[in-house]
């Protein structure tokens, strides 16, 4: 199932059920092609992105893998687990050159319209030295409801509605 994301004074950016066997290709033109370290770092590059994916399909089987597409091109990706009594965002994901333009907050939008729809809280674990992200959490109403010397556990709820008449 594709989703199309509305993103403000831009086309809308779409997400797509990723394939186990795609790699995507999010941010490929960080590195050179013709600079030797190139083909090493980019075949390393596959085996982490490998190894965490199977990572997550062992620790969230129930998990969607989507990727993040603006005009036909994969430009992240975002990975939910819907199992439990919350919609998890396990990982995401944007090319740099495609942050801080609306998107990764449309998608999070779409997210929370999400679990306000079915009641369900709407979470994540964040590294604390990611400050950017953290910013965008906190104005998006994530407050956090955990926290270690590495990670912050944040959670969004729906705003309660109010009951109406006695």
Do not use: C
Request: hydrophobic content about 45%; aromatic content about 6%.
């Amino acid at each position: 199932m594709v989703s199309v994301i509305p993103v403000a004074a831009m086309r809308p950016a779409r997400r797509r059920p990723a394939r186990q066997s795609t790699t995507p290709r999010i941010g490929r033109n960080a590195l050179k092609p013709e600079s030797p370290p190139y083909t090493d770092s980019l075949r390393l590059t596959k085996l982490q992105f490998r190894a965490q994916t199977m990572g997550y399909r062992a620790q969230f089987p129930d998990a969607r893998f989507d990727i993040i597409e603006l005009d036909g091109a994969a430009i992240g990706r975002i990975v939910v687990d819907r199992a439990g009594a919350a919609l998890r965002i396990v990982d995401q994901a944007l090319a740099p050159s495609f942050r801080n333009l609306g998107i990764g907050s449309a998608i999070m939008r779409a997210l929370m319209e999400e679990a306000g729809r079915t009641r369900l809280p709407l979470r994540l674990t964040w590294r604390r030295a990611t400050t950017p992200a953290m910013r965008l959490y906190g104005r998006l109403g994530f407050v956090p409801i955990e926290t270690s010397a590495a990670h912050i556990e944040l959670e969004w709820r729906a705003p309660a509605h109010a009951e109406s008449g006695p």
